[in-house]
């Protein structure tokens, strides 16, 4: 099974969803928790259908800040327990009948106000005792060397957040990549912040049942938050990923301007050809945009692929203009 939990930082214009479609299509999640939306459940019905996940429990935002999703696919048993502006709490319910808890977390950004997150943490650990998963933005590190560039962070405010995790029995799962989850993105060094605000914890019993859990720090696309991917072990259909997927029409060759024109021609090469029923010339025009999808529009993304390579080093650097101005550079090329 594979969870992700992603600060998506709202879902308003088209970079924002086509980076949402893109973390479902490339990762492939059970389960996604999605933390300020800022839409309402309404306007988030829609989107679950894009997913590929039809389930979705939904907490509103308020006004343009806030609002909490939590998506999961068919093949999932889950169980709503409860849910707040910080949070969403649930049960699941594995293939072999044992239980275990999964919370989404989206903690208080506000300094004076973040004890709200850890009350609320607390009160989640004391309703009841099972295997327990924790992930999210949590809004806040556990040690000063979790934050590069800007003020330090407030020793007593880190101290908070680690005594919380402590009295819920919650240790950090760890990671692989970049340890920053989320920066500022300035154009100027000096101002320019990194820090680990997303991770994964879990109990003793959940890391008891899960030894090989693995998480990654994802790619951001559009977000300033890189989405935490937590795999909790071997899924049983990797086995099948061999199997050669049928052919299919896809979505994203209406969006190139050659599409009509490659259809076109390909139904006239297959007519000349002697294709007489539709079956027969519908494959053929098939086989021709797969192969313009090869070896055309497979140049695009090889572009795309080196590029994310090249971003994905520039953010693992120290903080210095050079960087800086490289990074937006990047971005820039890469939108």
Request: hydrophobic letters at 35%; glycine letters at 8%; proline letters at 3%.
């Amino acid at each position: 099974m594979r969870l992700i939990t992603w600060n998506c930082r709202g879902l308003g214009n088209g970079p924002a969803i086509r980076g949402l479609l893109d973390v479902q299509k490339r990762e492939a999640p059970d389960i996604l928790f999605l933390s300020e939306t800022k839409h309402d459940g309404k306007w988030m019905d829609w989107l679950r259908w894009k997913l590929q996940l039809p389930n979705l429990v939904t907490v509103d935002s308020e006004g343009a800040s806030g609002g909490l999703a939590l998506f999961w696919s068919r093949e999932v048993d889950i169980t709503l327990k409860s849910f707040s502006k910080y949070h969403i709490d649930s049960v699941i319910k594995g293939e072999n009948g044992i239980e275990w808890r999964f919370t989404g977390i989206y903690g208080e950004s506000k300094n004076e106000e973040k004890d709200k997150t850890w009350g609320m943490m607390r009160n989640l650990k004391d309703q009841f005792q099972m295997p327990w998963l924790c992930s999210g933005d949590f809004n806040e590190i556990l040690f000063g060397f979790e934050k590069e560039g800007g003020q330090p962070k407030a020793e007593s405010n880190m101290r908070k957040f680690r005594l919380a995790l402590e009295d819920c029995d919650l240790q950090d799962l760890g990671f692989v990549g970049d340890p920053y989850t989320w920066r500022n993105n300035h154009h100027v060094a000096s101002s320019f912040t990194k820090e680990r605000l997303d991770r994964a914890v879990a109990n003793s019993t959940w890391r008891c049942m899960f030894p090989m859990v693995r998480v990654v720090n994802g790619d951001p696309r559009h977000s300033d938050h890189r989405p935490v991917i937590i795999d909790v072990g071997s899924n049983m259909y990797k086995c099948f990923e061999h199997v050669q997927p049928a052919r299919k029409f896809e979505a994203k060759w209406l969006e190139e301007e050659d599409c009509q024109a490659r259809v076109m021609e390909s139904w006239g090469k297959a007519i000349e050809e002697g294709c007489r029923g539709m079956m027969e010339i519908q494959r053929k025009i098939l086989g021709e945009l797969w192969e313009w999808d090869r070896n055309i529009l497979g140049e695009l993304e090889e572009r795309i692929k080196k590029i994310r390579g090249d971003l994905e080093r520039c953010r693992r650097m120290n903080i210095s203009q050079e960087s800086v101005n490289r990074e937006h550079i990047l971005c820039f090329k890469l939108e």
